[in-house]
């Protein structure tokens, strides 16, 4: 196996970090480039390339025929900054062309099986993943879950936290500024390339812990908001596949300190 994240092999100026994961031999290889300078594009996927703006005048610039990247940007980045998050819109757009779905989840293995984490924005997605990997579970991927048919791939070794939760768990790191947001890095152990898909788990916020799973099916709803790759239609056959998982709703209200025992009443109702 070689070193790669999101179901690609990454060559060329990829980032040299453990934060990338392992992908089986003769996973499709993308080649990236790095570049100091200014790019001023617009945020566009088409059949043949993309170009998708970054902060701070900074874009990418994909190649569907080459399977490239460039990355430019106006201060070199870091291996760990390019493996996360700057890897993730790169892997989206790739995989997309290799007929993948690429959603803006995260991802967790329970009993073997890989659950996507699916929600709206700051529902508490990576908040829930932390508890997950702090109940011993295996995080797959942060903010970017791939499949490839019931195959769902990992990520980069690290969940990105913000400050109200970070304060919660003691391994986190501060990072400053990294991507468009400060953040706190909580680093991950290793995972398998890919785990089937068993169904996807939907948090949200209440006045009291409830967790419940909707009818097969009940995900279409779920998922279809978090496409990764703007407008640009997951091919039926994918999407379906994916809508037909169940979808295990997780609400919880505001408060950390009764998280771990939220995330056990959880793992009982994956597990049944």
Excluded: C
């Excluded at 703006?53 to 874009?59: E, V, W, Y």
């Amino acid at each position: 196996m070689k070193p790669g994240a999101y179901g690609l092999r990454l060559t060329g100026d990829a980032p040299r970090s453990q934060l990338l994961t392992q992908v089986v031999d003769g996973a499709p290889i993308v080649t990236i480039k790095r570049s100091i300078g200014r790019a001023e594009v617009p945020n566009v996927v088409g059949e043949a390339t993309a170009t998708v703006p970054l902060i701070n005048q900074g874009a990418l610039e994909l190649n569907r025929a080459d399977r490239s990247a460039i990355v430019t940007t106006r201060a070199p980045l870091t291996d760990d900054e390019l493996a996360h998050p700057y890897l993730a819109p790169i892997a989206a757009v790739h995989n997309h062309w290799l007929g993948r779905a690429a959603f803006h989840a995260g991802g967790v293995v329970v009993d073997g099986k890989a659950w996507g984490v699916i929600g709206t924005r700051e529902a508490g997605k990576s908040t829930l993943l932390a508890a997950l990997d702090d109940a011993g579970m295996v995080v797959l991927a942060d903010d970017l879950l791939v499949l490839d048919g019931e195959k769902a791939f990992s990520g980069p070794r690290t969940l990105d936290l913000r400050a109200e939760a970070a304060s919660h768990f003691a391994t986190t790191r501060d990072l400053g500024v990294a991507g468009a947001r400060q953040r706190w890095r909580l680093d991950l152990g290793k995972a398998p390339p890919f785990a089937p898909l068993a169904g996807w788990i939907v948090p949200q916020w209440g006045e009291q812990l409830k967790v419940w799973r909707e009818p097969g099916a009940a995900a279409a709803h779920h998922i279809a908001p978090a496409r990764s790759v703007g407008a640009i239609a997951i091919a039926p056959t994918a999407f379906m596949m994916a809508a037909a998982r169940p979808a295990v709703v997780f609400e919880r209200p505001r408060n950390l300190t009764a998280l771990a025992s939220g995330v056990e009443t959880l793992l009982n109702e994956l597990a049944s």
